[in-house]
DNA sequence: TAGCCTTTTTAGAATAATTCTAAGAATAAT
DNA sequence: ATTATTCTTAGAATTATTCTAAAAAGGCTA
């Protein structure tokens, strides 16, 4: 009979607990989903349900969900790391006017290698794509000026 | 007549000088061209060549370069940024296994935005590719294992 | 060339995000 | 209940990078 706990259960960290801390910083980055927060932003907004919680516990179940795949950390440039708990293959892009982040999705049929020559016998685990420039919102904004 | 040096120059850094240290600095990138070396790896190989350039000039050549758009700063995740001379449209490809960094050039007439969706309005500036994998060289060791 | 102004270099201090450490608290196993 | 394991926590440590302020170098003009 052992161990039928992670078959039923399905708990998305695994064998790792899902303990108050956890379930709190995973809640707010679903909450912020759209946010991409740092550390230090989740650590604020966590604080708001749970007030005895640490930056170092964030930092922990962080990189503990990052590393269950659960969220992805997104760099971009030097910046602090930011969060995101989309798990569908995306791109990320920094709009540098109102410096918030948007998730791209990729187009129907299309992979994020294709217009790259790839070498012979290369073989691909991840693709990052982090994009610049100025969303729709903003474009918008400075051509009625 | 005024400043005509300028256009007859062509110095590639345009209005700053080119230094003996930023020269230093230049030649170490393009020699170790295929290399992506990070601030302290040029800053060994620029004392080879310069024994009494510091740090801090070589921290301060990179980014006048960067800003010159002499070479690009690559950053893959959170490690010491590396620097590139090679100013063609590329993508980054670090191998898990040789941790070396290799260049991916983009195939004839493909945009690097194409597989994308991006949402109508949205104006890119910039779009990094960053892959981690196995390079081929790698990838023959370990089948003929 | 001498004097002046601007740019660049330099050593060391400061910064900021992140990781480490070690001790206590929570949870699970026996 | 006892023991073992995992998790949380505060604070120290680390590391790449940036800042600071003074000296050096380079350029320009008289
Ligand atoms: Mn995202
Ligand atoms: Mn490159
Ligand atoms: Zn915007
Ligand atoms: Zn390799």
Redesign the pocket.
């Known amino acids: 009979m052992a161990n039928n706990k992670t078959v039923s259960e399905k708990n998305p960290l695994g064998d ?2 899902m ?4 379930k709190v910083v995973y809640d707010v980055l679903v909450e912020g989903a759209k946010d991409h927060p ?3 932003e989740v650590f604020v907004r966590a604080k708001e349900l749970m007030p ?6 964030v ?3 962080l ?1 503990t969900m990052t590393q269950a795949g659960v969220v992805t950390q997104v760099n971009m440039d ?1 910046e ?2 930011r969060f995101c708990p989309n798990l569908q293959p995306h791109a990320h892009f920094f709009c540098s006017e109102c410096e918030e982040i948007f998730d791209v999705g990729l187009k129907e049929k299309e992979a994020p290698t294709t217009p790259w020559a790839l070498p012979d016998g290369m073989e691909i685990d991840q693709l990052l794509v982090n994009m610049r420039g100025v969303c729709p919102k903003c474009a918008a904004k400075n051509s009625n000026n």
Chains 1, 2 share one sequence.
């Open positions: 790792l607990r303990t108050k801390q956890r740092t550390a230090s005895s919680i640490s930056l170092a516990t930092y922990n179940c990189e030097r602090a790391s």
